[in-house]
């Protein structure tokens, strides 16, 4: 028998406030349906209904990559050729022990209002 593995993820939001040691804290979401670890192939599926269920229809969502960071402590990230979401770059603000976790935004339609989710790493799932 051979066994198959797959990485295992659980979203997190991310306060907005600062707690006493300098750092944003990651919380859970209300809704508990966001609160289960998922395999890595579902986190598009599941940041679709986070986003829905945050936004509303039309919302979206961005991952933040290395192409994302700009030189002046901020995130931009190009949403077509004349629209871009340029916010403030707190990701060494968030309280996360893993270098391995990953980093997105939320944002309703208008880019108005937008808030950071992070998928944290929970091990692997062996199957076969």
């Known amino acids: 028998m051979r066994l198959i593995s797959s990485a295992v993820f659980r979203l997190y939001g991310v306060s907005e406030n600062l707690d006493e040691n300098g750092e944003y804290r990651l919380e859970a979401f209300e809704d508990d ?44 990230i190009e949403i077509n050729d004349d629209d871009r979401l340029e916010i403030q770059d ?8 893993s270098d391995h976790s990953r980093f997105y935004i939320l944002a309703d339609v208008q880019l108005l209002e937008y808030q950071w989710v992070v998928a ?9």
């Open 33 to 76: 349906a966001f609160n289960e670890d998922i395999d890595v192939g579902e986190i598009d599926e599941a940041l679709n209904g986070l986003a829905d269920a945050s936004y509303g229809q039309g919302c979206c969502w961005y991952e933040v990559t290395d192409d994302s960071y700009e030189s002046n402590g901020k995130i931009e």
């Open 90 to 97: 707190i990701t060494d603000k968030i309280s996360i022990d």
């Open 120 to 128: 944290e790493p929970k091990g692997a799932v062996y199957s076969g």
